[in-house]
């Protein structure tokens, strides 16, 4: 049976299309079955939805990206930036956090005015930093997706293939732009409706001092757990304050997360033929709406969800170890702060902890690119690592283990902090001590 043949029930399987060739303004009274009439269609149809605009593939992705994540909140109703009032209160609540954190790190202060997003707004805002993790994956994915097309088209003996292969690589190429945008906005705007502050995922997003807060999702956090209004709003102020005061102070966190990002990227492997014969098996027999619905998620799961190498896997536990050393560093400073200040501070603290661990955004989005992963566990077991170093060292050994990268734990020594504070540290060095001496003499 042609592929473009009605179904027996005399419905009209490609009405779906024949409404896109209206909303296109092309041409829909030709007869499907005609191998010159379809050819003659797809040529009309790639130079409208393809102009000769210069736009690159990468651009291409990043602004599918944008469109499908904003999309994808306005379809949850308003979206406010924040008014007047909120300002005051998160600006109020930031400076409080700042005094209260004050006593619990040696981490200095950051000056900074506090800003209140929408959620359309963060996701501009964090988009450069998502283009920086997600881009190199992307690129290896997508010549390995052009490898494999190629291979199966047999160029070298067939002139017709090959005419074929031209016309079509530009499209396989715009198309495979548009499918990677589609999945990073569709996580994107996932992760815009759950986030509360600004790092709140436990990502550096931002090159720059900023405090932002979302009070969209703060409001519903609040509604869904029935919290208190103010004592929320601070707690959530407190860790947005805590964790840019790390990502800011301790400059090798941020170029250190995207660099094993990139080396992941740098290790991927794909196997074009492996790739060409998935891409085949999924290939619907019969063209209908459902069939292609259905090559699409089969497609994207074969796509995002490639085989890892053991060094890939390697560059993944040093990854989120890193992630749960941040957040479980978070955790310790502003429950030590909240305990003392903040009344009802375990039940918001135990309603966030409940959010991150459904929620997860951030593991949403990246984990079917790159498999990362900091586990609710992992987080648990970073807190209680940083608070058994608090106990013993105070706050100033705590949060000294940050300023040298190859100071800090690895995860076995996560679970055995006595075992990790016993061991010789960077600063123990007395030629270190000495060169500290000497560059910070003013003399």
Not at 45 to 66: A, H, K, L, N, Q
Not at 116 to 126: D, P
Not at 397 to 415: L, N, Q, V
Request: one cysteine or more; charged letters at 25%; a negative charge.
């Amino acid at each position: 049976m042609d592929a473009f043949d009605q179904s027996p029930g005399g419905e009209d399987p490609l009405e779906p299309l024949r409404r896109m060739l209206r909303d296109l303004g092309l041409p829909e009274d030709f007869d499907f079955n005609d191998p010159e009439g379809r050819a003659e269609l797809f040529q009309t149809m790639m130079r409208r939805i393809m102009p000769s605009d210069g736009v690159s593939d990468e651009t291409v992705v990043w602004e599918t990206v944008r469109q499908m994540a904003r999309q994808q909140v306005a379809a949850l109703g308003p979206d406010p930036s924040g008014s007047s009032r909120i300002s005051r209160q998160v600006g109020d609540a930031v400076h409080l956090a700042e005094l209260w954190l004050s006593e619990a790190t040696v981490l200095p202060p950051i000056p900074m005015t506090p800003v209140v997003w929408s959620r359309a707004e963060w996701i501009e805002v964090t988009v450069p930093a998502w283009k920086a993790m997600i881009e190199p994956v992307i690129g290896i994915l997508s010549s390995a997706i052009s490898d494999a097309t190629g291979r199966r088209m047999d160029l070298s003996s067939d002139d017709e293939a090959m005419d074929m292969q031209s016309m079509l690589h530009p499209i396989m190429s715009r198309a495979i732009s548009a499918m990677f945008g589609a999945h990073v906005g569709q996580g994107l705007g996932q992760a815009a409706t759950t986030t509360m502050s600004g790092t709140d995922l436990g990502l550096p997003l931002f090159d720059t001092a900023l405090i932002g807060i979302l009070p969209t999702n703060v409001a519903a956090i609040q509604q869904q757990a029935d919290l208190d209004e103010e004592g929320l709003l601070l707690f959530c102020c407190l860790r947005e304050v805590a964790r840019q005061r790390l990502f800011l102070e301790i400059g090798w966190i941020a170029p250190q997360i995207i660099a094993l990002v990139q080396h992941y990227a740098r290790e991927m492997r794909v196997d074009p033929d492996a790739m060409a014969s998935a891409m085949e098996d999924a290939m619907p027999d019969h063209l209908s709406p459902e069939s292609v619905s259905a090559f699409q998620t089969d497609f994207s799961s074969i796509l995002f969800t490639p085989d890892q190498s053991e060094e890939q896997r390697a560059i993944l536990a040093r990854l989120a170890t890193l992630l749960a050393l941040v957040e479980g560093w978070v955790d310790d400073v502003t429950w030590t702060v909240a305990s003392q200040r903040l009344p009802g501070w375990e039940a918001i603290a135990e309603s966030l902890r409940r959010h991150r661990a459904t929620s997860r955004p951030a593991q949403t989005m990246i984990t079917p690119l790159i498999g990362l992963s900091a586990t609710p566990k992992a987080i648990r077991d970073a807190a209680a690592f940083w608070e058994a170093v608090r106990d013993a060292t105070g706050i100033e050994g705590r949060d000294g283990i940050w300023r040298y990268p190859e100071s800090m734990p690895s995860a076995d020594e996560i679970t055995n902090p006595e075992g990790f504070l016993s061991k010789p540290s960077a600063g123990d060095d007395p030629w270190d001590d000495e060169l500290r001496r000497f560059l910070s003499d003013d003399r």
